[in-house]
């Protein structure tokens, strides 16, 4: 199928591409259609691409709605997400964050991905290169920042400053973050990591003082503001913030022995005896 003008996909909330790309490109393993398997050598038609995007947080590329997740022998994990007459399938995934039913935006995390990402592309239910697709979606992208715009949504944003105790580390932490996040996520997910009961404890009671102070639902519910919580629940959202970052550092320290490197090594010894 040919790419036309008409094709051109419509989105009120910008553009996104799938992944960030880390270091420079993001390797192609497989392109679409005729290929020779890179294993028994035999010819066969891929309904898809391969990129190389090990535990890579995968987004919404525009607005859309999750409307399958689900599990086989050839693809593993995967999820479907439509964009108007556009139906993206993405699979071989660690695990999927956007439920079934979810409405998404540019940019709304959908899954992590696993060794790699397999993804399929159908237009009015036929189907067409996937790298057509990303072409269109690059495209519009260029286009909107043309005009000014960064091709992303501008959401609506709680307007605090919340104070944590890592501000002086907020670079370093937020570095880590794009490295090791989709990599602490999964391992939650799948019991490779246990959250320490005292941090989760101290959640459960911090959420529930909160409902029962009527903290939340304070202004009207938004992607980036779920909650509703307003000023009021400023002190509150610091102790979360500063508990799930110290659980994030946490796991860097007992998974992967990384520390930040303002820690002295008295600092280091405390981090790895505490649970």
């Known amino acids: 199928m040919d790419y036309i003008q008409e094709m051109n996909l419509a989105s009120a909330s910008g553009y996104c591409m799938p ?27 891929h309904h898809g691409v391969d990129f190389g995007t090990h535990r890579y947080i995968l987004a919404a590329v525009a607005d859309g709605v999750v409307t399958g997740i689900g599990s086989n022998p050839t693809h593993g994990l995967f999820q479907v997400t439509r964009y108007g007459k556009y139906e993206v399938t993405s699979a071989h995934l660690a695990r999927a964050m956007a439920p079934f039913g979810a409405k998404v ?6 899954a992590i991905s696993g060794d790699l990402l397999h993804m399929e592309v159908r ?4 189907e ?10 690059y495209g519009n992208l260029r286009m909107m920042r043309q005009q000014g715009h960064t091709g992303m949504p501008d959401f609506e944003t709680i307007e605090m400053d919340i104070p944590t105790d890592y ?24 019991g490779m990591y246990r959250v320490p009961e005292h941090t989760a404890q101290s959640l459960r009671n911090i959420f529930s003082l909160s409902a ?23 002190p509150i959202a610091a102790k979360v913030q500063n508990l799930l970052i110290s659980d994030f550092l946490n796991y860097l320290a007992f998974r992967h022995g990384v520390f930040l490197s303002t820690l002295d090594g008295n600092g280091k010894k405390k981090d790895l005896t505490k649970r």
């Open 19 to 45: 992944f960030e790309e880390r270091d420079g490109e993001v390797k192609l393993l497989l392109g679409y259609g005729e290929q020779t398997h890179p294993k028994t050598g035999g010819k066969f038609f």
């Open 105 to 110: 935006k540019a940019g709304s995390v959908l």
């Open 123 to 126: 237009y009015d239910g036929e």
């Open 128 to 137: 067409i290169n996937p790298i057509d697709f990303l072409a269109m979606l």
């Open 167 to 190: 501000d002086d580390d907020q670079d370093e932490v937020e570095e880590l973050m794009l490295r090791f996040y989709p990599d602490y996520l999964s391992e939650i997910g799948s």
């Open 212 to 234: 029962i102070r009527n903290y939340f639902y304070e202004v009207i519910p938004s992607l980036a503001n779920p909650l509703g919580i307003g000023t009021r629940a400023m």
